[in-house]
């Protein structure tokens, strides 16, 4: 196991993403991996960690060779693909392959189709909306003088902002979390035959549910996000709409990556008001200059990426940063790697929200497949750190900064818990 | 075939011209097809990445335009590139007003 004294070398020897103690002090591993074997091949998940900016911009440039497509379908429901589809057939609706998992020139077609519920100007019209989501939600925790970040704060917030966002009911919020749990089961996670099952009669309500308000909207549209993805159109005949399937999968999606994302951004922004007290300052001064804001927002996803690493899989054998990969090789890009790397970004860890190259984080991805919800990501953040730094004052950790859990996922590096304290601004 | 004329100039100097531009697409969208380097346009051309970032011929700036709030925030981001004629080219709609248009790919960061 790793310790503070383990060299670099014993890092790269021993250390894999599944060490408790790499987990939770990562960084060591991510800098002794870039300096001595930067597409790192880690034997215990069988996947390549590639740790430079550099190398991961090479592989968000080539999509064909680094596929999203073989290594998601690879993975999905592993061993029990023909039964899980064919109980989402008859009990869920039907078997909807994730559309937007796929490679060009199919996945340019997806994209384009999804792209105008999310521009930037779109998700302007959104800020009132937002804003009084992250106020309803401050009207009750401001008195309490304490909350769990993540709990009372972050996840909440999170899921009312997708009902609105999307157009679905508030009563849903409990089944959420379940039916979150039951759709990312099905890559890149162990499940025995017994969960499989368990997680499918999830996903089969989760997809009643969504066709339903689809079927509603196709209907009767209105201003929300499953309106614009049912009715959505480019150009003209074949392929100038979604198919109903491709749809069915893309609200799926849409429900599913937009909540635990965003839900851990919004964590690490609190922890980042907890523990940053010249940070905070500066956004208490400043905090009506948009400008200041956006760039505040940008840093935190540097430092703190929500996603530190997503898979592609090679189509060919291929050299990547001195390393021949053969086809089939599983790959993750780290990206908290690549965003703490110090010959891209100077003393990484300094939260700098002057930085030059302030949007060179990869932690929205890169390429075809940038995360097509980063305008909306960024309004939520923004418009909560604006409230939170309005309203309240003095956040303070009340743990002890090394005794914060984060859950034990792969992809995404997420709190468990964050208990605060602060007081009410006068 | 008429189409609208633009004209970009690369980071290495190369000139790019382009003659059969179409009114129903951006500036980004034209330079994209012509494969002008240093437009990479990674958002898809939604107003939210920077990196088909433009600076406008002191001639044309006029009848382009200036940005508006949206794209002010996103150009702020590069803002120790930005120069008064900055755009990005993903917000300029191509018309025949803008036929013989002349723009500089902005430098990566």
């Given at each position: 196991?790793?310790?503070a004294?383990t060299?670099?070398?014993?890092?790269?020897?021993?250390?894999?993403?599944?060490?408790?103690?790499?987990?939770?002090?990562?960084?060591?591993?991510y800098?002794?991996?870039?300096?001595?074997?930067p597409?790192?091949?880690d034997?215990?998940?069988?996947?390549w960690?590639v740790?430079?900016?550099?190398?991961?911009?090479?592989?968000?440039?080539?999509?064909?060779?680094?596929?999203?497509n073989?290594?998601y379908?690879e993975?999905?429901?592993?061993?029990f693909?023909?039964?899980?589809?064919?109980i989402l057939?008859?009990?869920?609706?039907?078997?909807f392959?994730?559309?937007?998992m796929?490679?060009p020139?199919?996945?340019?077609r997806?994209?384009?189709?999804?792209?105008?519920?999310?521009?930037?100007?779109?998700?302007?019209?959104l800020?009132?909306?937002i804003?009084a989501?992250v106020?309803?939600?401050?009207?009750?925790?401001e008195?309490?003088?304490?909350?769990?970040?993540?709990?009372?704060?972050?996840q909440?917030?999170?899921?009312?902002?997708?009902?609105?966002?999307?157009?679905?009911?508030?009563?849903?919020?409990e089944k959420?979390?379940?039916?979150s749990?039951?759709?990312?089961?099905?890559?890149g996670?162990?499940?025995?035959?017994?969960?499989?099952l368990?997680?499918a009669?999830q996903?089969?309500?989760?997809?009643?549910y969504i066709i339903?308000?689809?079927?509603?909207?196709?209907?009767?549209?209105r201003?929300d996000?499953?309106?614009?993805?049912?009715?959505?159109?480019?150009?003209?005949g074949?392929?100038?709409?979604?198919?109903?399937?491709?749809?069915?999968s893309?609200?799926?999606?849409?429900?599913?990556?937009?909540?635990e994302?965003?839900a851990t951004?919004?964590?690490?922004l609190?922890?980042?008001?907890?523990?940053?007290?010249?940070?905070?300052?500066?956004l208490?001064d400043?905090?009506?200059d948009?400008?200041?804001?956006?760039?505040f927002?940008?840093?935190?996803?540097?430092i703190?990426?929500?996603?530190?690493?997503?898979?592609?899989?090679?189509?060919?054998?291929?050299?990547?940063?001195?390393?021949?990969?053969?086809?089939?090789?599983?790959?993750?890009?780290?990206y908290?790697?690549?965003?703490?790397?110090?010959?891209?970004?100077?003393?990484?860890?300094e939260?700098?929200m002057?930085?030059?190259?302030?949007?060179?984080?990869?932690s929205?991805?890169g390429?075809?497949?940038?995360?097509?919800?980063?305008?909306l990501?960024?309004?939520?953040?923004?418009?909560a750190?604006?409230?939170?730094?309005?309203?309240?004052?003095?956040?303070r950790?009340?743990?002890a900064?090394?005794?914060?859990?984060?859950?034990?996922?792969?992809?995404?590096r997420?709190?468990e818990s964050?208990?605060v304290?602060?007081?009410?601004?006068? | 075939?008429?189409?609208?004329?633009?004209?970009?100039?690369?980071q290495?100097?190369?000139v790019?011209?382009?003659?059969?531009?179409?009114?129903?697409e951006?500036l980004?969208e034209?330079?994209?097809?012509?494969?002008?380097?240093?437009?990479?346009?990674e958002?898809?051309g939604?107003?939210?990445?920077?990196?088909?970032?433009v600076?406008?011929?002191?001639?044309?700036?006029?009848?382009?335009?200036?940005?508006?709030?949206?794209?002010?925030?996103?150009?702020?981001?590069v803002?120790?590139?930005?120069?008064?004629?900055?755009?990005?080219?993903?917000?300029?709609?191509?018309?025949?007003?803008?036929?013989?248009?002349?723009?500089?790919?902005a430098?990566?960061?």
């Amino acid at each position: 196991m790793a310790s503070a004294t383990t060299t670099e070398e014993q890092l790269i020897a021993e250390g894999t993403l599944l060490d408790p103690v790499v987990h939770k002090h990562p960084r060591q591993f991510y800098a002794a991996m870039r300096k001595l074997d930067p597409v790192h091949y880690d034997k215990s998940i069988d996947m390549w960690l590639v740790s430079r900016w550099e190398d991961i911009q090479e592989i968000q440039r080539d999509p064909i060779t680094y596929s999203v497509n073989k290594g998601y379908h690879e993975q999905q429901a592993k061993g029990f693909a023909a039964e899980f589809q064919q109980i989402l057939r008859e009990k869920g609706g039907g078997y909807f392959p994730d559309a937007i998992m796929s490679d060009p020139p199919y996945h340019t077609r997806v994209r384009k189709l999804m792209e105008n519920a999310f521009t930037a100007h779109r998700v302007k019209e959104l800020e009132p909306r937002i804003e009084a989501e992250v106020n309803g939600l401050i009207d009750e925790i401001e008195d309490r003088g304490e909350m769990d970040a993540v709990k009372d704060f972050a996840q909440p917030l999170t899921i009312r902002i997708i009902c609105e966002q999307l157009g679905l009911d508030w009563d849903i919020k409990e089944k959420i979390a379940r039916w979150s749990i039951a759709v990312t089961a099905q890559i890149g996670r162990m499940q025995d035959r017994a969960e499989m099952l368990e997680h499918a009669e999830q996903i089969c309500d989760l997809q009643h549910y969504i066709i339903g308000k689809m079927r509603e909207r196709q209907a009767d549209p209105r201003e929300d996000m499953i309106s614009d993805l049912v009715h959505a159109k480019e150009g003209d005949g074949e392929g100038s709409v979604l198919t109903f399937e491709e749809a069915v999968s893309l609200v799926r999606a849409l429900l599913i990556a937009g909540n635990e994302t965003t839900a851990t951004a919004l964590s690490n922004l609190v922890y980042i008001l907890a523990t940053q007290p010249d940070v905070l300052k500066k956004l208490q001064d400043s905090v009506d200059d948009d400008k200041l804001m956006n760039r505040f927002v940008e840093e935190l996803l540097r430092i703190e990426p929500p996603v530190r690493a997503l898979s592609r899989m090679t189509t060919k054998e291929v050299e990547l940063g001195g390393t021949v990969l053969p086809e089939g090789a599983h790959l993750l890009l780290m990206y908290a790697s690549a965003n703490d790397e110090p010959e891209v970004f100077p003393e990484p860890r300094e939260f700098d929200m002057e930085r030059k190259n302030i949007i060179k984080h990869v932690s929205f991805g890169g390429g075809v497949h940038k995360c097509v919800g980063l305008a909306l990501a960024r309004m939520e953040i923004k418009v909560a750190a604006r409230q939170l730094v309005r309203r309240l004052k003095n956040f303070r950790l009340a743990i002890a900064e090394d005794d914060i859990a984060f859950l034990p996922t792969v992809a995404t590096r997420t709190m468990e818990s964050l208990p605060v304290t602060f007081e009410k601004v006068a | 075939m008429s189409g609208i004329a633009v004209t970009l100039t690369q980071q290495d100097g190369t000139v790019v011209g382009i003659d059969d531009a179409q009114q129903s697409e951006s500036l980004m969208e034209a330079a994209r097809r012509a494969g002008v380097a240093g437009i990479v346009a990674e958002c898809g051309g939604v107003c939210s990445c920077a990196t088909c970032h433009v600076y406008v011929a002191e001639d044309w700036i006029g009848k382009v335009g200036e940005p508006d709030e949206v794209e002010d925030e996103m150009l702020d981001m590069v803002d120790h590139i930005r120069r008064p004629t900055s755009r990005l080219s993903c917000q300029i709609r191509l018309s025949d007003e803008l036929d013989g248009l002349e723009a500089e790919v902005a430098p990566d960061l």
